[in-house]
């Protein structure tokens, strides 16, 4: 570790950005084929299963099964993407038709960088979290940069010059914003609480994280057990904010085609379906720091006893595999949620995503802001 | 890591920027090349389920969301100031804690008032 911390700057963060896009891509990938495979056992057929490469086909067993998995259907749609002619419609307004798949692509891959995503003790028992980017800012930079995605929706919407596109990107804008706000709302009271009289002050992912590694009482109860209304609405705002079903207005199928998206093809379409996929996989990730207990296996179950417990106390990067494992086991059940949810909840009428962002979600955020800071104010837990 | 944290967050946001122009370069190097692009009048066209189009497609929309757009700007502002709220709160007098509790039932109020005036009803 310590050799790359004395490599100079830009080397760093160039390796550190390759890094994210080597794992949110093939992730983004895998999320696509998971996303139709749990659609098929869902609706009681098999899903993908068909393409296989020949070679791995001869393998008794495994390749059959690989098969089965629809492993090489994921294979097949990145090739099909790279290899499909690229129309640009002649109606288009071109560079901001091209633009806007960078853009959308572009908070999805910032946002990651401030996301804490596993932790390891250094010599002296001191938490070191695995992140590219340890700045104090935290949350506000997640908000800050995630809400750049809007621009990509209106861009592309405006600039294909096309009705149904047109129609997308203006829904999505609306939406987009109106849920904006019911979360930043929902995740004041868990930073209130975070800075308690005592804290220190901050808006780090990583200390919310600290303060749910407790062992007793509501230091390492998780945020969703003391909060249950703020992750009911961060949860139900980060459906919307990701344009996922039942908050799929942006591309809504049944009326829009594609909505936003209709126009494009080919390579900068799966721009835009990587940066949705990387968009669930970041949210989910803060939804897991704020309200899952980040790295924590259970409530009042912290990772630096199971560490003990397992002896790896003296082996930070076995602990640091021991985090990032119990991490990514949330997102990836956060991600199952996303798509159980898409088969179980039938999709909003505008009128009604409206309705619920603007008078039942921002006066329930609102109330529980003033609720939590009166309680925590009286309260005084960390004192 | 002696370079202030924020930097890696500016030097990110600039791979971030540069990545995906460099695919969409790479792509278009590769389409120009390899696949070029076979125009047609159907191709070309604007797609409307395949009806022939009518009409411009920048066309009027509703007034009614730039009335959303509106109202999100005066909460997104007043919800910005919220965030140092929350970052102060550690050493924060009981005086101020009132004056913030008044500034939340202000922010109450400006939904209200528009909840009353019926510009949160999609119609």
């Known amino acids: 570790m310590e050799f790359f911390f004395q490599l100079p700057l830009w080397i760093q963060a ?164 109106s849920y904006e706000l019911s979360m930043t709302l929902a995740v004041l009271p868990v930073f209130l609480l975070v800075n308690a009289p005592g804290g220190k002050g901050t808006l780090s992912l990583v200390d919310v994280v600290a303060m749910q590694s407790g062992t007793s009482g509501w230091h390492g109860a998780w945020g969703m057990m003391i909060m249950p209304l703020s992750a009911l609405i961060f949860l139900i705002a980060l459906f919307a904010e990701t344009n996922r079903q039942p908050f799929d207005m942006p591309e809504s199928e049944a009326d829009l085609v594609g909505g936003f998206h209709t126009e494009y093809g080919a390579f900068k379409w799966s721009l835009f379906f990587v940066a949705e996929y990387a968009h669930m996989i970041v949210g989910s990730a803060v939804f897991a720091l704020l309200f899952l207990g980040g790295w924590n296996p259970l409530p009042w179950v912290p990772l630096a006893s199971v560490a003990g417990w397992l002896g790896l106390t003296g082996l930070p990067f076995a602990v640091a595999l021991l985090s990032l494992v119990i991490f990514l086991g949330k997102i990836i059940a956060l991600l199952f949620l996303f798509m159980w949810v898409r088969w179980t909840v039938p999709r909003f009428r505008y009128d009604q995503v409206m309705k619920l962002g603007w008078q039942t979600l921002l006066p329930l955020s609102i109330g529980n802001l003033i609720f939590y800071a009166l309680a925590i104010a009286w309260l005084q837990p960390r004192v | 890591m002696s370079a202030h944290p924020h930097a890696s967050l500016a030097l990110f946001l600039l791979v971030a920027v540069g990545f995906p122009l460099a695919a969409l370069m790479v792509a278009r190097l590769w389409f120009r090349f390899f696949q070029p692009a076979r125009p047609g009048a159907t191709k070309q066209d604007v797609y409307e389920c395949g009806v022939a189009p009518t009409g411009d497609s920048w066309i009027q929309f509703k007034a009614h969301y ?28 009981a005086g101020a804690l009132v004056a913030m509790l008044a500034f939340m039932l202000l922010l109450a109020e400006g939904l209200v008032w528009a909840w009353h005036r019926g510009h949160l009803d999609w119609s």
């Open chain 1, 14 to 177: 160039t390796a550190k950005g390759l890094a994210v896009i080597l794992v949110i891509f093939p992730l983004a990938g895998m999320c696509s084929l998971a996303e139709r495979k749990v659609s098929a056992w869902m609706q009681g057929r098999p899903g993908p299963n068909r393409a296989v490469v020949p070679w791995v086909a001869w393998i008794p067993f495994l390749g059959k099964f690989l098969q089965r998995l629809g492993l090489f259907h994921l294979m097949a749609d990145g090739a099909k993407f790279l290899f499909k002619e690229e129309p640009v419609p002649g109606h288009v307004n071109k560079f901001y038709f091209i633009i806007a798949p960078a853009v959308a692509l572009l908070p999805a891959l910032t946002t990651v960088v401030v996301v804490p995503f596993g932790a390891w003790f250094d010599s002296a028992g001191a938490l070191v979290p695995l992140v590219l980017a340890n700045v104090d800012i935290g949350i506000i930079g997640v908000f800050a940069v995630s809400s750049l995605g809007v621009y990509a929706l209106i861009l592309a919407g405006w600039a294909s010059n096309s009705k149904y596109p047109f129609l997308g990107g203006v829904r999505a804008s609306a939406q987009l914003i």
């Open chain 2, 66 to 93: 730039y009335l959303y757009a509106l109202l999100f700007l005066v909460f997104d502002v007043e919800v910005l100031f919220l965030l140092p709220f929350a970052v102060a709160f550690t050493g924060l007098p």
